[in-house]
């Protein structure tokens, strides 16, 4: 069954220091897999997904095929990286594929 | 990126009633529209795609005949519930994507439906 699993409920880090934010999925396809954030009382929104392999606001992800992960890691957390992040598998490559979300991990940074 | 919008942000309803949430692509015509239901500090449940001008395919375990969902245009998908009682108070969220996004999905900003 298709499945992701953020294992971490709440992270919390001290402004500065190294982010992961692990997720791990389970899916028997070619998988498409996204990172989602969600800041207070904002809307869900795309931070990045694993085909662009982009860097945005400083956050990466590498899609580990071997291992079923896609970590979201940021070198130096920010304050306002404080926010909800959802790991979410993508069922196909396209516009109507079904998209699955992770639990989230709150991820909360300390001045 | 695209807008997705959401009505009514929130809506108190008594039991037995029924409720429509509607959600709209604001700037482009979404071809597929996902409804979500999120319970607190859980993550989102897809219960239902829908595609524009087709039924809606719900997922396993979500009532369709408690969970109208209409897609009867490229902008706009409703979703209904009917009979309402205060389990189905909860959080919807609807995505929505198009082709020309790839397999970009946009959100909107939630309803909160709250059954008494």
């Given at each position: ?12 880090v001290f ?7 692990k ?17 207070s009382?904002?809307?869900?929104q ?22 079923t992960?896609?970590?979201l890691?940021?070198p130096?957390a920010?304050?306002?990286d ?8 993508r ?20 001045p | ?10 809506v ?5 009633t029924s ?8 700037d ?10 999120q319970f ?12 524009e001008?087709s039924?809606?395919?719900y ?10 969902i ?18 189905d ?12 996004f790839?397999?970009?999905a946009f959100?909107?900003?939630g ?6």
């Amino acid at each position: 069954a298709q499945r992701v699993t953020q294992p971490e409920k709440l992270l919390s880090v001290f402004k500065g220091a190294p982010v992961e934010l692990k997720c791990n999925y389970s899916y028997s396809g070619s998988p498409e897999l996204f990172w989602y954030v969600q800041y207070s009382r904002q809307r869900l929104q795309l931070l990045l997904r694993h085909i662009s392999r982009e860097s945005i606001k400083g956050f990466t992800a590498d899609l580990n095929k071997g291992e079923t992960s896609f970590h979201l890691k940021k070198p130096f957390a920010q304050e306002e990286d404080s926010a909800m992040y959802y790991c979410a598998l993508r069922l196909g490559y396209s516009s109507a594929s079904k998209i699955i979300f992770g639990s989230g991990t709150r991820l909360s940074i300390r001045p | 990126g695209a807008v997705v919008s959401q009505h009514p942000s929130w809506v108190i309803c008594k039991s037995g009633t029924s409720v429509k949430i509607e959600c709209r692509s604001l700037d482009f015509q979404a071809t597929t529209m996902f409804w979500y239901r999120q319970f607190p500090k859980q993550s989102l449940m897809l219960m239902a795609t829908s595609n524009e001008g087709s039924k809606a395919t719900y997922e396993q375990g979500v009532e369709k005949d408690k969970f109208l969902i209409n897609h009867a245009s490229l902008t706009l998908s409703t979703l209904t519930v009917t009979s309402a009682h205060p389990e189905d108070s909860s959080f919807y969220i609807c995505g929505a994507g198009a082709p020309g996004f790839d397999t970009e999905a946009f959100f909107g900003q939630g309803t909160r439906l709250t059954v008494v």
